[in-house]
């Protein structure tokens, strides 16, 4: 163990005991990496129960200059949940309570700790809704969603994290326990600190605590999905469902790399021909669904659909679903030796123009691109795929992805649309925020965090 001398490693253990504060290497090194691929070993990894704990953790931290790096359960994939070469993880996994879930007022109250897909499973028995749902949703935490504002293939209709958040416990950087945000419907008094804290992936204070916002659950709800001859077919299509008058509640695409990557596990079979997938789900009304679903078929059919599939039973719906979340860890089965995963998101009127440029880029360059995501946002996966031989230096990669992340700002879009900056794409901040945005940013870092001790080196 680095940097931790025996007399801060006790006060650590008289906070957490012996069993929560882990200082072995072989304990350390698997709180080392996230799903970006950049790893580094956190000198020791706090795992504490309260929020009592974390404030104590963060005044001894506060005292001693010593960084925290917050950690959910590692899924972000831009390097937001590993150290930067120096510090200790304070890993927010034990405190996953659901402390209430309330129908009249429609929230709940959880600790950090919860996996989304549980809380999910959890309010639904109650008949009630709690609608981001991350492809990670089955592994990932509220607590690392919150940090992200992570969004997810249903946002289309119900928002991101950011939309759910009512209000917040945080634990600031000095050990100080504050409340952001009013756990009712409503509330306007002073500065909306609780939004400053979504998205801010552990920079600006340790998050103990989160009231969130739910809703009934929909009644019924309807999925289909078509394969097209090209992606354009299936962006002319997602451009035509937004002006039918009906609000689908998921428009997730797929190109013809995507396709080949899950073929096997689609509950139905596509052609050789087809080259991009599209599945659609509305909800609402039980009646509304079929009608809906007729509007959904006739747009997919208008815009060169090579087949539509409806799925008939619960199994191959949830095949259908299954298939759509393993794409991300299936890319590896193309063999590439490396991966940089985009996150950018244009205005759907531009989704065509950001993936001509993309073909443009994949024909001049050493990379095959596969792009997948929530075309109804507007927002796509781009992963760059390639072998480090094939390029002279990282630096020419790098330069390709500038290039994409440029074209998406010119075209009105953002270079993240859910993972966030992290590490990875800190170099990139540049292209959207101006100078004087980016000095703001920093103020109000120094202004909550005054040491910096706070995941240092992310996002700024
Ligand atoms: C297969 C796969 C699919 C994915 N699909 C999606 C998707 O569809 N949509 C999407 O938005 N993302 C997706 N992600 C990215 C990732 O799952 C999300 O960013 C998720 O919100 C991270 O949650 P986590 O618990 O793993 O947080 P972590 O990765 O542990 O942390 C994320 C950030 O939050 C901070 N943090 C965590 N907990 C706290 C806390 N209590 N207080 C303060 N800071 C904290 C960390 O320091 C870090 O900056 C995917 C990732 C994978 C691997």
Same mark, same amino acid.
């Given at each position: 163990?680095?940097?931790?001398?025996?007399?801060?490693?006790?006060?650590?253990?008289?906070?957490?005991?012996?069993?929560?504060?882990?200082?072995?290497?072989?304990?350390?090194?698997?709180?080392?990496?996230?799903?970006?691929?950049?790893?580094?070993?956190?000198?020791?990894?706090?795992?504490?129960?309260?929020?009592?704990?974390?404030?104590?953790?963060?005044?001894?931290?506060?005292?001693?200059?010593?960084?925290?790096?917050?950690?959910?359960?590692?899924?972000?994939?831009?390097? +937001?949940?590993?150290?930067?070469?120096?510090?200790?993880?304070?890993?927010? +996994?034990?405190?996953?309570?659901?402390?209430?879930?309330?129908?009249?007022?429609?929230?709940?109250?959880?600790?950090?700790?919860?996996?989304?897909?549980?809380?999910?499973?959890?309010?639904?028995?109650?008949?009630?809704?709690?609608?981001?749902?991350?492809?990670?949703? +089955?592994?990932?935490?509220?607590?690392?969603?919150?940090?992200?504002?992570?969004?997810?293939?249903?946002?289309?209709?119900?928002?991101?994290?950011?939309?759910?958040?009512?209000?917040?416990?945080?634990?600031?950087?000095?050990?100080?326990?504050?409340?952001?945000?009013?756990?009712?419907?409503?509330?306007?008094?002073?500065?909306?600190?609780?939004?400053?804290?979504?998205?801010?992936?552990?920079?600006?204070?340790?998050?103990?605590?989160?009231?969130?916002?739910?809703?009934?659950?929909?009644?019924?709800?309807?999925?289909?999905?078509?394969?097209?001859?090209?992606?354009?077919?299936?962006?002319?299509?997602?451009?035509?469902?937004?002006?039918?008058?009906?609000?689908?509640?998921?428009?997730?695409?797929?190109?013809?790399?995507?396709?080949?990557?899950?073929?096997?596990?689609?509950?139905?079979?596509?052609?050789?021909?087809?080259? +991009?997938?599209?599945?659609?789900?509305?909800?609402?009304?039980?009646?509304?669904?079929?009608?809906?679903?007729?509007?959904?078929?006739?747009?997919?059919?208008?815009?060169?659909?090579?087949?539509?599939?409806?799925?008939?039973?619960?199994?191959?719906?949830?095949?259908?679903?299954?298939?759509?979340?393993?794409?991300? $860890?299936?890319?590896?089965?193309?063999?590439?030796?490396?991966?940089?995963?985009?996150?950018?998101?244009?205005?759907?009127?531009?989704?065509?123009?950001?993936?001509?440029?993309?073909?443009?880029?994949?024909?001049?360059?050493?990379?095959?691109?596969?792009?997948?995501?929530?075309?109804?946002?507007?927002?796509?996966?781009?992963?760059?795929?390639?072998?480090?031989?094939?390029?002279?230096?990282?630096?020419?990669?790098?330069?390709?992805?500038?290039?994409?992340?440029?074209?998406?700002?010119?075209?009105?879009?953002?270079?993240?649309?859910?993972?966030?900056?992290?590490?990875?794409?800190? $170099?990139?901040?540049?292209?959207?925020?101006?100078?004087?945005?980016?000095?703001?940013?920093?103020?109000?870092?120094?202004?909550?965090?005054?040491?910096?001790?706070?995941?240092?080196?992310?996002?700024?």
């Amino acid at each position: 163990m680095k940097k931790l001398g025996r007399r801060i490693v006790s006060q650590f253990q008289a906070i957490l005991g012996q069993d929560f504060f882990l200082t072995d290497p072989a304990d350390t090194v698997c709180y080392s990496f996230d799903a970006s691929g950049i790893e580094s070993v956190p000198w020791a990894v706090a795992l504490p129960a309260t929020t009592e704990e974390v404030s104590q953790i963060l005044k001894l931290c506060h005292r001693e200059g010593i960084p925290v790096i917050p950690r959910g359960a590692g899924t972000s994939t831009t390097g +937001a949940s590993v150290p930067c070469a120096s510090g200790i993880c304070l890993c927010l +996994a034990r405190m996953n309570r659901i402390k209430s879930i309330d129908p009249v007022e429609l929230s709940c109250v959880v600790e950090p700790g919860v996996i989304t897909g549980r809380l999910q499973e959890e309010v639904e028995r109650q008949g009630l809704f709690y609608p981001p749902d991350p492809a990670s949703l +089955a592994f990932c935490t509220i607590g690392g969603n919150v940090n992200t504002c992570a969004g997810g293939a249903r946002a289309v209709k119900y928002g991101v994290t950011r939309d759910y958040v009512r209000s917040l416990e945080v634990v600031l950087s000095d050990g100080t326990v504050i409340r952001a945000g009013a756990s009712t419907a409503k509330g306007v008094v002073g500065y909306d600190l609780r939004h400053l804290f979504v998205g801010s992936e552990g920079t600006l204070g340790i998050i103990t605590e989160i009231t969130l916002k739910l809703l009934p659950m929909p009644a019924a709800v309807g999925t289909m999905a078509a394969v097209f001859p090209s992606s354009q077919a299936a962006m002319d299509s997602v451009t035509c469902l937004f002006t039918t008058g009906i609000l689908p509640r998921c428009a997730e695409f797929m190109d013809a790399l995507s396709l080949d990557c899950i073929r096997e596990l689609l509950p139905f079979e596509p052609g050789p021909e087809d080259r +991009a997938l599209l599945i659609v789900e509305v909800d609402g009304p039980a009646v509304s669904i079929n009608s809906q679903l007729e509007q959904v078929r006739q747009c997919l059919l208008n815009s060169r659909a090579s087949a539509v599939y409806e799925p008939g039973t619960s199994v191959e719906l949830s095949r259908l679903w299954s298939a759509r979340r393993s794409l991300s $860890p299936s890319i590896k089965r193309l063999g590439f030796e490396k991966k940089i995963s985009e996150d950018i998101c244009v205005p759907r009127s531009s989704l065509s123009s950001m993936l001509a440029f993309l073909q443009d880029v994949a024909s001049i360059s050493p990379v095959e691109i596969l792009t997948f995501g929530h075309a109804g946002d507007g927002n796509l996966h781009v992963n760059l795929l390639f072998n480090t031989r094939d390029f002279r230096s990282m630096e020419e990669v790098d330069g390709l992805v500038r290039t994409i992340m440029e074209k998406t700002v010119a075209l009105g879009g953002t270079i993240s649309g859910e993972h966030g900056i992290g590490l990875s794409k800190k $170099p990139f901040l540049d292209i959207e925020l101006s100078p004087p945005v980016i000095r703001l940013h920093r103020e109000l870092k120094s202004l909550f965090d005054p040491k910096g001790i706070l995941n240092p080196y992310k996002i700024l």
